[in-house]
């Protein structure tokens, strides 16, 4: 199967990679890959992960709940309940940046469109990118319309008030062209909303190899704070604001939980994902993910 290995940074181009240790897959293969570490800009990388054409047999699995929308299990159901009321919160945290009620939306990764559903009950004219077509079936009872993800190329410069992306450009492989064409689709003073899992988070810290943020091979990168501002810069970007997700330290710490003992100890892990949080109150960067709004560099105050 074709594989990508690097020998220099996607995101800052450097060739100083170090290795971290190997994470296992836990949701699809049960294979094991090596995670390197960038010492320029700290972004971590999965090293020898399956190309853009062979990535997708990772993802078929009803465990992979963005795609599927499992309510199998205690920790779906739980993810479902508290996805209601996410949705909401990340509707308001758009409409407070752009400073719009209504305005036009593009949702890169929108899985089964939960998000483009809330945000079209609002009034916003909304657009879905998805790779699965899955997925983008099931967004159909929605009634939305959902292109494949490569149509991000062929969509109208400067057309959008929003972009946001919910975990999702961990999922890149072109990485540079993407952040590059996000740039492209937004309308002037728009803004980027980008949420990724950050592994210099305490609870990341506490189960190393076996945290779920890694989520090997899906996630081909894992950023800090650092890395993520490096490759904003890049291209003319910054962060306005960093928002905590105080929700994912609970569900990714159980699931770590799970991937290091073989079962769920929800005491242990709801203390986790607690002391994580209590240890990014009042410094955003620390929380186990993070919501980074951006906007171009020249609409900085």
């Known amino acids: 199967m074709p594989h990508i290995h690097y020998d220099f940074c996607p995101v800052c181009g450097t060739g100083d990679l170090q290795f971290v240790f190997r994470v296992k897959d836990y949701t699809v293969s049960g294979r094991e890959f090596d995670v390197v570490h960038c010492e320029n ?31 199998k299990g205690l920790i779906n159901k739980l993810y479902q309940k508290v996805r209601v009321r996410t949705m909401q919160q990340k509707a308001d945290t758009v409409k407070k940046y752009t400073g719009l009620k209504q305005g036009k939306l593009l949702d890169v990764g929108c899985g089964t469109g939960t998000f483009l559903q809330a945000m079209q009950q609002q009034g916003w004219e909304v657009t879905g990118l998805e790779p699965d077509a899955g997925a983008r079936e099931k967004a159909r009872q929605f009634a939305i319309d959902v292109k494949p993800s490569h149509e991000i190329f062929n969509l109208e410069a400067s057309g ?24 492209k689709l937004l309308k002037p003073g728009g803004r980027l909303f980008i949420a990724v899992p950050n592994y210099t988070s305490k609870d990341a810290g506490v189960y190393e190899q076996f945290w779920a943020g890694y989520d090997v091979p899906r996630h081909l990168y894992h950023f800090s704070p650092e890395a993520m501002g490096t490759l904003l810069k890049r291209h003319g970007l910054a962060i306005e604001k960093m928002l905590p997700m105080w929700f994912d330290s609970f569900y990714v710490d159980m699931l770590s939980s799970k991937y290091k003992t073989g079962k769920i100890n929800y005491i242990s892990a709801g203390l986790h994902g607690l002391a994580s949080n209590m240890n990014a109150l009042g410094k955003v960067e620390a929380c186990c993910s993070v919501i980074y709004v951006v906007k171009a560099k020249d609409l900085l105050s």
């Open 41 to 71: 800009c700290t972004v971590r990388i999965t090293q020898d992960v399956p190309d853009v054409d062979h990535i997708g047999a990772y993802y078929q699995s009803e465990d992979y709940i963005s795609h599927s929308d499992s309510k």
């Open 160 to 183: 959008f008030d929003a972009i946001s992306l919910w975990h999702v450009l961990e999922h890149v492989h072109t990485l540079q062209e993407y952040v590059s064409q996000l740039k």
